[in-house]
């Protein structure tokens, strides 16, 4: 049973404009909130996290919005860049920690010169 | 340069042989794991390992082992055993227990089944 849902599997967007990618989660004990990035042949990088404390989480460009009640997390990137092109996987976890982290599928985000 | 190393980057395995993947990582790191990456799935937690000389089961280790006599190494050994080893690898690592779920990622290993 998939705990945590990316329910694009790809996105494509104009260079310059914002890139919006969704995640959903089922489990309420789901505390701590994470975004990966992946390029192809590649391990994915850490990008942004997310308390359950917090509703919004800024660095640069990116910008993590945590909704608990709806069991919602998105991903905002303004401006869009081309080297923004990648994999961007949700995952989720307990206070309990990495050992836990649980994956979503991965959306393929594709930014158009 | 500080990072996670695994080998070899693609593998091809008849069936009935077992192999084995080697991850090393020099960020001095405490816990380290082993990922599986199946199209249209997230990744899956195979086993990890907190500790120098422990490791725990994660969501699918059946068909899987490891190993961790060293705090630098932790290497799985794909056994016959796995109904489905074809797949991606991904090795990781964190700080220490209890680490929110920041991983350095390792670029993984993609093993096929003939």
């Known amino acids: 049973d998939q705990q945590v849902k990316q329910n694009s599997p790809s996105l494509s967007v104009q260079e310059g404009r914002i890139s919006i990618l969704n995640c959903d989660y089922t489990n309420s004990m789901f505390d701590y909130f994470l975004w990966y990035k992946k390029y192809p042949a590649e391990g994915p990088t850490f990008l942004i996290s997310?308390?359950?404390?917090?509703d919004k989480n800024e660095d640069g460009r990116f910008t993590v919005f945590l909704n608990k009640s709806a069991k919602h997390l998105s991903l905002h990137i303004v401006p869009s860049q081309p080297g923004d092109s990648a994999v961007y996987f949700c995952a989720a976890t307990t206070q309990t920690g990495a050992n836990n982290l649980f994956f979503g599928t991965g959306t393929r985000l594709t930014v158009i010169p | 340069d500080g990072g996670i190393t695994q080998s070899p980057k693609y593998l091809f395995r008849k069936e009935g042989q077992n192999v084995t993947l080697s991850c090393e990582q020099n960020l001095n790191h405490d816990a380290m794991y082993w990922y599986r990456q199946d199209p249209g799935q997230g990744l899956r937690l195979i086993y990890y390992?907190?500790?120098?000389?422990?490791?725990q089961k994660g969501d699918i280790a059946e068909g899987y082992s490891v190993s961790r006599e060293k705090k630098e190494s932790f290497p799985l050994t794909v056994t016959s055993a796995q109904k489905n080893p074809t797949a991606f690898y991904l090795c990781?690592?964190?700080?220490?227990?209890?680490?929110?779920?920041?991983?350095?990622f390792g670029e993984g290993s993609r093993l096929t089944v003939l």
């Open positions: 390992s907190q500790i120098v000389n422990d490791f």
């Open positions: 990781a690592s964190s700080e220490r227990q209890g680490n929110t779920g920041e991983l350095f």
């Open positions: 997310i308390s359950s404390i917090k």
